[in-house]
Nanobody, 115 residues
Framework: QVQLVESGGGLVQPGGSLRLSCAAS????????MGWYRQGPGKQRESVAR???????NYADSVKGRFTISRDNAKNTVYLQMNTLKPEDTAVYFC?????????WGQGTQVTVSS
């Protein structure tokens, strides 16, 4: 059974940075792609960023230029570096992975951007 475990969330002031990590229980190279979703208060879950198993990345318009997704295959971990954070980035961030038609989710980590 695949497990995705997120870490790195917390409280940060506007303009600050955080790095989220998603550690997988097995080789991440077998996933077609991995990514991050978020769900803010009263909002629907939305895609933030994703990266394919060959390193192609894709970002939501709202985070382009501020967030960077990367992967370390040796550590079976995907990262989301978040810079210049805004209050509207406040959400629970979920790690997501796809292997064929099967998808996996982490339990989520809270990110709060507030002064």
């Amino acid at each position: 059974q695949v497990q995705l475990v997120e870490s790195g969330g917390g409280l940060v002031q506007p303009g600050g940075s955080l790095r989220l990590s998603c550690a997988a229980s097995g080789s991440i190279f077998t996933f077609n792609f991995m990514g991050w979703y978020r769900q803010g208060p009263g909002k629907q879950r939305e895609s933030v960023a994703r990266i394919t198993n060959v390193g192609i990345t894709n970002y939501a318009d709202s985070v382009k230029g501020r967030f960077t997704i990367s992967r370390d295959n040796a550590k079976n971990t995907v990262y989301l570096q978040m810079n210049t954070l805004k209050p509207e980035d406040t959400a629970v961030y979920f790690c997501h992975a796809m292997r064929g038609s099967v998808e996996y989710w982490g339990q989520g980590t809270q990110v709060t951007v507030s002064s």
